[in-house]
């Protein structure tokens, strides 16, 4: 009787076993694909340019204006007179005849309040991402180039209404290259995006990649 339990228990483990690896296998199921809320530019960064010769640079002039070599024959004593300040009158008294410390009113409407800025938007839906008119690309840092280490940085940039690059947060770090990345991405421009007729700041992310050339 032990011998057969022992043989059904082990029958049964092999087709639970096998359940498991056959299932899936026959599955034809099509998963939905996960709708992105941000769009990703991939970059690469461009290996630094030589740095350009040094240029020596000329010795100055000998100046013409030095002090004098000949002791003069006598010391004149300068005159003081009393100093009054050009916006005074008579006894202290403004020449416009409006004494210190008196509000005078011009009648004119005071400036109206500076508008609220937008709330920025991100890309997805119907915000579609914008089109960069303007690309720098990022240099490899020469102490990672000479360590011949790779990275990757992921940022995200704040665009403005105008279409330039306002703020630029590290999202992932990668201490060697933080610096070139967020560089290069300050200097983008993009044409501005529009938001029912009207331009609007913009959230998307960028991934900036420091490969070797092999």
């Given amino acids: 009787m032990r011998t057969y339990t022992i043989v059904v228990s082990v ?3 092999v087709a639970a076993i096998a359940a498991l ?9 099509v998963l939905p694909e996960v709708q992105r809320t941000t769009a990703f ?3 690469r960064a461009e290996m630094p340019t030589p740095p350009p010769t040094p240029i020596r640079p000329r010795e100055p002039a000998p100046s013409t204006t030095g002090a004098p070599i000949t002791e003069p024959d006598s010391i004149q004593p300068e005159s003081l007179e009393p100093i009054v300040p050009a916006d005074l009158g008579v006894d202290g008294v403004p020449a416009s005849g409006i004494p210190p410390g008196d509000i005078v009113s011009t009648g004119d409407p005071l400036p109206p309040p500076a508008p609220r800025p937008k709330d920025p938007v991100h890309v997805g839906g119907l915000i579609q991402p914008p089109l960069k008119i303007k690309h720098v690309a990022p240099v490899y840092p020469p102490i990672a180039l000479a360590a011949r280490k790779e990275g990757l940085v992921i940022l995200e940039a704040l665009i403005a209404e105008n279409g330039d690059v306002q703020q630029v947060r590290v999202l992932r770090s990668d201490a060697l290259f933080d610096q070139a990345a967020i560089t290069a991405v300050q200097q983008w421009k993009f044409n501005p995006t ?21």
């Fill in 41 to 43: 530019i991939m970059v």
């Fill in 11 to 13: 029958i049964a483990h």
């Fill in 194 to 214: 529009r938001l029912n007729g009207e331009p609007v700041p913009l959230v998307m992310t960028v991934t900036v990649g420091f490969t070797l050339t092999r």
């Fill in 21 to 29: 690896i056959i299932a899936p296998a026959l599955a034809t199921d």
